[in-house]
């Protein structure tokens, strides 16, 4: 079947496809439960970790300048504050969860299975893991990471496949 869209609220397109009027539905896009294939998830993984390393190193240089903006008005002031001596605490930036990865890679699963998936990998790898919420990239090896995300999302597939009907999912 072809289905042609009539009505949008907005349109998108990717490398793939375009969602617009009149154009023919995006029905195989649509209908696949995870964003990168599986054989695809090291370079995915590398990839996303290296974005975020980035963010954070960039959070923390504004972080410094700011910083440093202050402590120049500060000087010229003369006197500081009580409350911008309490408040000179920097922010802790923690690693990557796992559970935040794997729904990006699976956007159709609630995080509560993609957590639910990633401790029943771990604990089939015999990793320690009391809350799958609070397990991080840096828990792991980064080749321990892929293949704990790797096989949670063949879980997660597992199981969105076994609560839709084989029509919605072409």
């Known amino acids: 079947h072809e289905y042609r869209i009539i009505t949008l609220l907005r349109t998108h397109a990717d490398q793939q496809s375009k969602v617009a009027l009149r154009q023919i539905y995006p029905i195989d896009q649509a209908t696949g439960l995870l964003s990168v294939p599986i054989e695809e998830f090291e370079g995915f993984v590398d990839n996303l970790l290296n974005v975020a390393a980035q963010r954070q190193e960039n959070q923390e ?35 990557m969860p796992l559970v935040q990865i794997l729904h990006k890679v699976a956007p159709f699963a609630d995080p509560a299975l993609c957590a639910s998936c990633i401790m029943k990998a771990m604990t089939m790898a015999e990793i320690p893991c009391p809350n799958a919420f609070k397990a991080t990239v840096d828990d792991l090896s980064f080749e321990e ?8 999302a063949v879980h997660v597939l597992q199981t969105l496949q076994s609560v839709s009907r084989p029509c919605d999912l072409g």
Do not use: Y
């Open 145 to 152: 990471t892929v293949e704990i995300l790797q096989k949670a």
């Open 61 to 95: 240089i504004q972080e410094i300048e700011n910083e440093d903006e202050k402590a120049r008005q500060m000087s010229k002031r003369g006197k500081e504050s009580a409350f911008a001596k309490r408040s000179k605490k920097r922010v802790d930036h923690s690693a």
